[in-house]
């Protein structure tokens, strides 16, 4: 029975509403704009609150910003990119810049993309497989050249959950919590006890790149270091 003058108190953090926590008044908006779990319940004075009423929220799409484009990866698993593209880092077949965002279509096999990752000038892209793919600047891509259509990086040979990009240095975390770490590593931005820079990724599992590291659940890239 609607209870004229109540106010809907909320939680985003899974905790049970508490009158000490944000409300809304009845018939308001809340604003979600990540994933979370979101609690409602209705409170006056003096009458007995609701009971609470649960809601999990999940945000897909992600966008993500080199130097001078940015990358745009819809809830569809679609990638759109827009900006300088001297190297072919928007991965649409050319290293012509583009004004308004293109989608990525040129590779038949590059679909169902889960979250995108913008460097200097190179793209990287991960797909709900596991897989991982990047376009642009060789020092990235593993090919040995600059690429303007996104290919696999087949030197990671386990699933990926999660990838990061540095200036000009790339990460990615498997689902072991091993990094494996590429690119430049003029001030050990690699983390493999040397300054080497690296054309393709270091296997943690065969080569010692990250002896001390283990059960990592986060991988940050700055410009030149790595959290």
Known sequence: ???????????????????????????????????????????KAGVLPSATARAQYMITGAVSFGTNFTLFLKA???????????KGQLGVGSTTQKIV?????????????????????????????????????????GTGTNVTSPVQITAITVPIVKIAAGKDHALALDGTGRVWTWGNNIYGQLGTGNKTARTSPCNPSVTPCQPNLGSIVGVAGGTRHTL
């Open 101 to 141: 965002p293109t989608q990525i279509v040129e590779n038949a096999s590059f679909n169902s993309v889960k979250a995108v990752e913008a460097g200097d000038d190179f793209s990287l892209f991960l797909k709900e497989d596991g897989t991982v793919w990047a376009s642009g600047a060789a020092a990235i891509n």
């Open 76 to 86: 569809d698993g679609t990638v759109w990119s827009a900006g300088l593209n001297d």
């Open 1 to 43: 029975t609607p209870t004229p003058g109540a106010s809907i108190h909320y939680t985003s953090n899974g905790q049970e509403p508490t009158a000490a926590d944000s409300s809304v008044a009845s018939g308001g908006v809340i604003v979600v704009d990540r994933a979370l779990v979101l609690k409602v319940r209705a409170m």
